[in-house]
Nanobody, 124 residues
Framework: QVQLVESGGGLVQAGGSLRLSCAAS????????MGWFRQAPGKAREFVAA????????YYANSVKGRFTISRDNAKNTVYLQMNSLKPEDTAVYYC?????????????????WGQGTQVTVSS
């Protein structure tokens, strides 16, 4: 199995930027498609972005398209989420996830491994 640890969350003003990182260990990182999800208080966990094993293809939720960028460095066993033009509605706990079964996935149930999450708070 693979272990995932997120970092990079924090408090930022609206319009600002943050870069989240997710470090993987335990198995061959390049075998896994990766995704980012988020969960705001009282809401269900929702898809944010996903990237294929090689990083050659990405997919985004409409709510973040054009503002967020997912990328990965297989040599560093790390996936990133660059978040620009942040809005208060982006406030949530952000989770990275891994799946070996699919080339890319947007559904929560298709992922097998999850990190513990990192808090992102955007003030207005």
């Amino acid at each position: 199995q693979v272990q995932l640890v997120e970092s990079g969350g924090g408090l930022v003003q609206a319009g600002g930027s943050l870069r989240l990182s997710c470090a993987a260990s335990g198995r061959t990182f390049s075998n896994y498609a990766m995704g980012w999800f988020r969960q705001a208080p009282g809401k269900a966990r929702e898809f944010v972005a996903a990237v294929t094993r090689s990083g050659d293809s990405t997919y985004y939720a409409n709510s973040v398209k054009g503002r967020f960028t997912i990328s990965r460095d297989n040599a560093k066993n790390t996936v990133y989420l660059q978040m620009n033009s942040l809005k208060p509605e982006d406030t949530a706990v952000y989770y990275c996830a891994a799946t070996e079964r699919y080339a890319i996935a947007t559904l929560r149930g298709l992922y097998d491994y999850w990190g513990q999450g990192t808090q992102v708070t955007v003030s207005s």
